[in-house]
């Protein structure tokens, strides 16, 4: 009897292990729209977005001052949307780095899109240089993916 009892219990504790160890692997995959993402697969886009937005910021502002609205108010206002967006994706991967679920990040991802937003109506709006326009679709689809993984609206929908 003591035999079967302990047989019994070591079978109801493998299997509260195995369950034990599933939930961990499955925590290290969350599913968004359909899909599962690791954390390194996010991260892997995350340091696009952040490079990307980088390099874009540098390029908008040589376009915005060879524009016809260098010097003007508007310019100001768009030039701080850019460097609010690199601060944004800069905060993102603060944040990213710090926590241990990706999907915690979705507010940051969703301020990135919210600023991005803006931009894009601009980019739509005006004609800047191509290596401008170029680097910008890059950023927006960058973004888009994130959004896509974080089952958030694309840059420029109307929930910005």
Not at 34 to 55: I, S
Not at 57 to 85: C, I, P, Q
Not at 129 to 155: C, F, G, H, M, Q
Request: aromatic letters at 10%; proline letters at 1%.
């Amino acid at each position: 009897m003591n035999k079967m009892l302990l047989k019994s219990m070591t079978v109801f504790f493998a299997l509260t292990a195995l369950l034990f160890l599933n939930e961990g692997v499955s925590a290290q995959r969350k599913e968004a729209r359909g899909k599962k993402y690791t954390k390194a697969q996010v991260e892997r886009v995350v340091n696009r977005v952040e490079e990307r937005v980088d390099n874009f910021v540098k390029h908008y502002d040589k376009s915005l001052d060879r524009s016809s609205l260098n010097g003007t108010e508007r310019e100001d206002w768009l030039m701080k949307r850019a460097k609010d967006l690199e601060s944004a994706t800069d905060e993102l991967r603060r944040e990213f780095d710090r926590n241990d679920d990706w999907f915690e990040n979705k507010a940051e991802v969703r301020r990135c899109l919210n600023i991005a937003s803006d931009i894009d109506k601009n980019m739509k709006n005006r004609r800047y240089s191509r290596d401008t326009e170029n680097i910008w679709v890059r950023v927006r689809y960058e973004l888009n993916t994130l959004a896509d993984i974080y089952n958030l609206p694309k840059v420029g929908s109307a929930a910005y």
